[in-house]
C-alpha cells in the first residue's frame, strides 16, 4: 500500500510539473476566472435591472393615485388608496396619506415624517414588525404627504435563484475545468512521454525506434512526423557512414597490401641495386588510385552536407546535355558504343551546373565502362507534372533487380564490375547530386539494358 501511494505521488509530482498539466492549469484558471466575472457582471445588471423595474412601477403607481386628486376633494384619492392597500398586506407593499400634523387619512400604515424622494428601507425603519426590505417613494400631494413602497421580496427571491444557479454552475465549471485539465495533461504528457521514450531508445542505439503516430493530424502528429523523418535520415546516414567504413576497410585493403608489396620489392631491388624505377611508378600510380578514392568520398560528404548549394543558380538542362555530346559522342563511338541525346522540352532547374554535368558523365560512363561493344546509349529530357525527367538508357546487360538499390552505396561494386577499374563510388556520387538537387532516381530494366531516371522539379517560372 504505502509503495503505490509513493508511486501515485511521484506519477502527480511528475504530472505537475510536467508543460500541459501547466498549460492546463493555466488555461482552467483563466475560464474559470472569466466565468466568475461575466457572472458577477450579469448579477450586477439583473440587481439593476430589477431595480429600476420597481422604481419604474413605484413612478407609475404614484402617478396614478396623483391623478385622483382634487384640491376641493380628497375622497378619490384617499379611495384608491386604500383600494391598493386592501389587496395587499404590509409584508407586500405599503401605502400611505397624511396630513401636516402625521395624521393618517388612509392606507395601511402611519408613515413617519419622511423627506420627499426615493428609499430603500426596512420594516423597522417605518415602524413596523418584521425584517422586510422595501423600495418607498414618498411625494407631496397638496398638503399632504403621499407614501408608496413595494417589497423586494420578489427581486431578491429571483436574485436569490440566480445566485444559487450561478454557484451550482460555478461549482461544475470549476470541476469540469479541473478534470478537464487534467485529462487534456495526462493524454498530452503520455504523448510527449512516448517522444521521450523514442529519443532515449535512439540515444542507447536503437535507430530504427519511431514516434507512435496518432493519425489526428494534430499538431504533434507533425512533430512526430517531422522527427520520424528526420531519425529515418539518421539512421540511413549512420547505416551508410558503417557501410562505408567496411567497404574501405574491405576494398582499400587490396590495394594498400599491393602498395607495400609493391615498396617491398623496390626496397629488395635498391638493396640489390637493380633497376626499381617501374616499381616505383607502380607504386605512385596505386597511391594515386587510393588517393582518388579517397577523394571522392571527401567529395560525396561535402555534398551530402549541402556545401555546394550557395553555387546554385538557374541551369538549362540542354546546355548541360550540349557539353555531354560534345564530350563523350566520340568517347562512345571509340569504344565502339552508340551516343543519342534527345530533348523534348526546355527545362530550367535550380541547381550547379558543374554538379549537374558531373551526374550525367558518370552514368555515361558507367553505360560506356560495363556495356559490351554494339550496346545503344540513350539520353532523354522530357517535362511534366512540374519536373524535368532526364533518362540514360542502355541496352547492355544491366543490373539486377535486387543490387539497383545497393549499387549506390559508397564502394560497392557487382562481382562482375570488380575485375574494371574504378572504385564503386561513380553512382554514390550520382545519386549525392540528385539528392542535393531535391531530385528522385531511380533503375529501371530497359528490356534489355538499365534505365536511370532522375526528376529533377522545375524552376518556379518554367511550371507556370
Not at 139 to 155: K, Q, R
Not at 199 to 211: C, F, K, P, T
Not at 236 to 264: C, F, G, W, Y
Amino acid at each position: 500500500m504505502i509503495s503505490g501511494r509513493s508511486h501515485l505521488s511521484a506519477s502527480f509530482s511528475s504530472l505537475r510539473r510536467s508543460t500541459p498539466f501547466r498549460l492546463a492549469v493555466t488555461f482552467g484558471v483563466l475560464f474559470v476566472v472569466t466565468f466568475f466575472l461575466s457572472g458577477a457582471i450579469i448579477y450586477h445588471m439583473l440587481d439593476l435591472g430589477l431595480s429600476r423595474d420597481l422604481e419604474q412601477s413605484l413612478t407609475e403607481m404614484n402617478s396614478l393615485i396623483v391623478s385622483t386628486y382634487e384640491p376641493s376633494d380628497t375622497g378619490d384619492l384617499a379611495n384608491t388608496l386604500n383600494n391598493y392597500a386592501s389587496f395587499q398586506s404590509t409584508s407586500d407593499g405599503l401605502y400611505s396619506l397624511t396630513d401636516h400634523a402625521g395624521n393618517k387619512l388612509a392606507g395601511n400604515f402611519a408613515a413617519p415624517p419622511i423627506p420627499n424622494g426615493v428609499y430603500t428601507v426596512s420594516s423597522r425603519d417605518v415602524g413596523l414588525k418584521g425584517h422586510e426590505r422595501y423600495r418607498m417613494r414618498v411625494s407631496t400631494i397638496g398638503p399632504y404627504s403621499l407614501v408608496v413602497a413595494e417589497n423586494f421580496n420578489d427581486v431578491d427571491e429571483m436574485l436569490r435563484i440566480v445566485l444559487v444557479s450561478f454557484e451550482w454552475a460555478g461549482a461544475i465549471v470549476v470541476a469540469t475545468a479541473i478534470g478537464g485539465g487534467v485529462f487534456l495533461a495526462v493524454r498530452a504528457q503520455a504523448r510527449l512521454d512516448r517522444v521521450a521514450l523514442t529519443m532515449n531508445e535512439v540515444s542507447h542505439g536503437a535507430l530504427d525506434a519511431r514516434i507512435p503516430i496518432s493519425g489526428r493530424g494534430d499538431d504533434l502528429d507533425t512533430v512526430a512526423i517531422q522527427i520520424n523523418a528526420a531519425l529515418g535520415r539518421l539512421q540511413t546516414l549512420v547505416e551508410s557512414m558503417r557501410q562505408v567504413s567496411a567497404d574501405i576497410a574491405h576494398d582499400l585493403k587490396t590495394p594498400l597490401n599491393r602498395l607495400r608489396l609493391t615498396l617491398d620489392a623496390a626496397v629488395a631491388g635498391n638493396d640489390r641495386q637493380a633497376d626499381v624505377s617501374a616499381l616505383l611508378d607502380e607504386a605512385r600510380s596505386e597511391s594515386d588510385r587510393i588517393n582518388a578514392t579517397f577523394e571522392a568520398l571527401l567529395r560525396i560528404s561535402q555534398i551530402e552536407a549541402g556545401a555546394r548549394k550557395e553555387r546554385f543558380e538557374p541551369t538549362d538542362l540542354d546546355a548541360v546535355l550540349a557539353v555531354i555530346s560534345e564530350v563523350y559522342a566520340d568517347v562512345a563511338e571509340d569504344a565502339q558504343k552508340s551516343l543519342t541525346i534527345t530533348a523534348r522540352c526546355p527545362a530550367i532547374i535550380h541547381g550547379d551546373r558543374d554538379l549537374l554535368t558531373q551526374l550525367i558523365a558518370n552514368l555515361v560512363e558507367n553505360a560506356i565502362n560495363h556495356c559490351p561493344d554494339g550496346t545503344d546509349i540513350a539520353i532523354a529530357l522530357r517535362c511534366r507534372g512540374g519536373r524535368a525527367i532526364l533518362s540514360v538508357a542502355d541496352t547492355g546487360p544491366g543490373i539486377p533487380a535486387g543490387e539497383r538499390e545497393k549499387v549506390f552505396r559508397r564502394l560497392y561494386r557487382l562481382d562482375k564490375s570488380r575485375t574494371t577499374p574504378g572504385s564503386g563510388l561513380g553512382l554514390s556520387l550520382v545519386k549525392a547530386i540528385a539528392e542535393l538537387h531535391a531530385a528522385e532516381i531511380s533503375m529501371a530494366d530497359n528490356h534489355p539494358g538499365l534505365i536511370v531516371s532522375i526528376g529533377f522539379p522545375l524552376s518556379p517560372a518554367e511550371r507556370s
